[in-house]
């Protein structure tokens, strides 16, 4: 188990405490008497803070409204699995060979909350201005411009003008199962170019598998040309 020492080198932070990150990349599912749920806990309210410190001084004259709907455009599940792309952190979380074969290492929920993890970890070792640090130069790295505006273009339009842009084609959508009980039903969707499966998604509506299949497209799609 010392995939780990990739990712610290892609982080730029080096544990002194292994078993940290180790913990913070272990899935229930992995079957350990530990794993990262409660480093989650803490590293949500750690990225939360962070972030909200990080905006109220990069924009000194914005008001209370709009640095939440900002904030909330970053801080939440779509957001920190963004992030956790940008690290490749599914290549290195520990998960069990059924949740391997249910494509957990690209699960957004998964992703979101071993970054959470990871960001609590490094909090625990070096303090709030550590892990300050690395979540800040990472937000910046993935969010080239942070402002309202940018952040509330849905992945959908941002998908759309992508592939427009690069292949003069748009992508298309369908519904490939649902499950579950009608108050409590889950949608799985794929996106399409030129007949071509991009990405699929579940969620609790079409809209909302629609938009977590376009992000992960985009990752996709933004990782193939960054080679």
Not at 2 to 12: A, H, I, N, P, V
Not at 79 to 105: D, P, Q, T
Not at 112 to 124: D, K, P, Q, R, T
């Amino acid at each position: 188990m010392d995939d780990y020492f990739e990712l610290e080198s892609r982080l730029g932070y080096s544990f002194k405490n292994k078993q940290l990150i180790i913990e913070a990349l272990t899935h229930k599912s992995f079957k350990k008497p530990y794993n990262n749920e409660r480093l989650e806990f803490l590293g949500d309210a750690v990225l939360d803070l962070i972030v909200g410190e990080y905006l109220f001084k990069k924009f000194p004259s914005s008001d209370e409204g709009t640095l939440s709907k900002i904030r909330a455009s970053l801080v939440n599940e779509n957001g920190f699995a963004h992030l956790a792309n940008e690290l490749n952190l599914g290549k290195y979380i520990y998960i069990s060979l059924a949740e391997e074969n249910n494509e957990g290492r690209t699960k957004l929920s998964l992703l979101s909350n071993a970054f959470e993890a990871v960001m609590g970890a490094i909090y625990l070792e070096s303090g709030l201005d550590g892990a300050k640090s690395i979540a800040i130069k990472l937000l910046e790295e993935c969010y080239p411009t942070i402002d309202l505006q940018t952040l509330s273009k849905d992945y959908k339009t941002a998908l759309q003008e992508y592939t427009q842009a690069k292949y003069g084609v748009t992508p298309t959508y369908e519904m490939i199962g649902s499950s579950g009980p009608d108050h409590k039903k889950e949608f799985e969707i794929e996106v399409l170019l030129v007949d071509k499966t991009l990405a699929t998604s579940s969620g609790k509506s079409k809209k909302e598998a629609q938009q977590k299949a376009a992000q992960i497209a985009l990752d996709i799609l933004s990782s193939e040309d960054a080679k």
